[in-house]
């Protein structure tokens, strides 16, 4: 390795250079006599003419020396050349955070304000949990849709482009019209409990309470505290509304479903904390805050960007071995028009 200021140069298959002297050592070893082989040609004369260090001694040289060079610049490139970058620090925090979102049929609801426009619940969640998605780098993300049950819509990842598009995917009705939070609990504790006690955490949000699956959320809480995975829980509805009625307008809570107690318990239980989000402010407040859950330190990981340059000596070898068959193409062609 040949360091420098910005990097390093290094070969990787070094021992390649071995086969470097393998062509002279070939011609050593070649018997010099060689049969001879006539042809005959009806301008014979013209090229006995010639003088015969133009014809042959000269354009021989050249052709070995083109061959050693064709031939060092390929075994060069067999010994893979790299450009080895500077370390560079990877972001790592150790956590894994898996995402449960409701989509049952209440999440249709239109108490809440995207851009100043009425929309639904589920369409604020995608809003705000988009840039949240962005913002964690370093950690493992991954999402669970819950309805009448709950489905693992992505497994624990890296890679948040992929989840924050099969988050975008998820639509109203997809998982059933009821709410299933036991469920979604014990599926996130089935696929985080062999992950460090420390580094997993499960942020649930819904609107609703808890109204099918197998699994009540008191039950999937003892089990979420027993593996040590700590929930945020998060309630997500306006507290009141006006609607149009055959008696005018009246104020009703939308969100009267929601068993806040329920949630709170759970977030308790496992470490975790309870927020309640009646706006699309407030629900973006909760999920900073959320992100500002401390990392556990491990470990830095260091990367050194590696750059192959084995095709720069390759590129040569082919350009030049070219540029040497066409020259010979081109002479020979003035010498047969120079005798025909």
């Known amino acids: 390795m040949y360091l420098f200021e910005n990097g390093a140069?290094?070969?990787i298959w070094l021992w390649c250079?071995?086969?470097?002297?393998l062509p002279f050592f070939a011609r050593l070893l070649t018997p010099r006599?060689?049969?001879?082989?006539?042809?005959?040609?009806?301008?014979?004369?013209?090229?006995?003419?010639?003088?015969?260090s133009r014809y042959s001694e000269h354009k021989y040289s050249k052709s070995l020396i083109v061959a050693g060079l064709v031939w060092s610049l390929i075994v060069i490139a067999a010994m893979r050349p790299q450009w080895v970058g500077n370390p560079v620090e990877l972001p790592v925090s150790g956590r894994s955070v898996m995402l449960a979102v409701d989509l049952s049929?209440?999440?249709k609801e239109t108490d809440l304000e995207l851009q100043g426009e009425a929309v639904t619940r589920l369409a604020v969640v995608k809003a705000v949990?988009?840039?949240?998605?962005?913002?964690?780098?370093?950690?493992?993300?991954?999402l669970i849709l819950f309805g009448d049950q709950a489905y693992l819509q992505t497994p624990?990842?890296?890679?948040?482009?992929?989840?924050?598009?099969?988050?975008?995917?998820?639509?109203?009705?997809?998982?059933?019209?009821?709410?299933?939070?036991?469920?979604?609990?014990?599926?996130?504790?089935?696929?985080?409990?062999?992950?460090?006690?420390?580094?997993?955490?499960?942020?649930?949000?819904?609107?609703?309470q808890n109204t099918a699956g197998e699994v009540s959320p008191e039950d999937a809480g003892r089990m979420a505290k027993a593996t040590g995975l700590r929930i945020h829980t998060i309630g997500v509805g306006a507290d009141e509304a006006w609607v149009r009625t055959y008696f005018g307008k009246q104020k009703i809570n939308p969100s009267a479903e929601l068993d806040?107690?329920?949630l709170q318990t759970l977030a308790s239980l496992t470490g975790g904390t309870y927020f309640r989000a009646r706006s699309t402010a407030e629900l973006e407040k909760i999920y900073v805050l959320i992100d500002k859950i401390e990392p556990v330190e491990i470990e830095k990981e260091l990367f050194r960007p590696r750059q192959e340059l084995f095709f720069w000596p390759l590129g040569f070898a082919v350009l030049t071995l070219g540029s040497w068959v066409l020259v010979l193409g081109l002479r020979n062609s003035q010498y047969?028009?120079?005798f025909t």
């Open 9 to 11: 140069f290094e070969f």
């Open 17 to 21: 250079a071995l086969f470097w002297p």
């Open 33 to 52: 006599e060689r049969p001879v082989q006539a042809l005959r040609v009806p301008f014979f004369h013209r090229i006995k003419a010639l003088p015969q």
């Open 105 to 107: 049929g209440s999440m």
């Open 129 to 142: 949990l988009r840039p949240f998605i962005e913002r964690r780098k370093g950690d493992r993300l991954g």
């Open 156 to 208: 624990l990842t890296f890679d948040r482009k992929t989840l924050a598009q099969m988050l975008e995917e998820a639509e109203l009705g997809l998982a059933g019209e009821r709410t299933a939070i036991g469920n979604a609990i014990g599926l996130a504790v089935k696929r985080m409990k062999d992950l460090p006690e420390s580094e997993k955490v499960l942020v649930l949000l819904t609107d609703g």
């Open 260 to 262: 806040e107690a329920m």
């Open 336 to 338: 047969i028009d120079k």
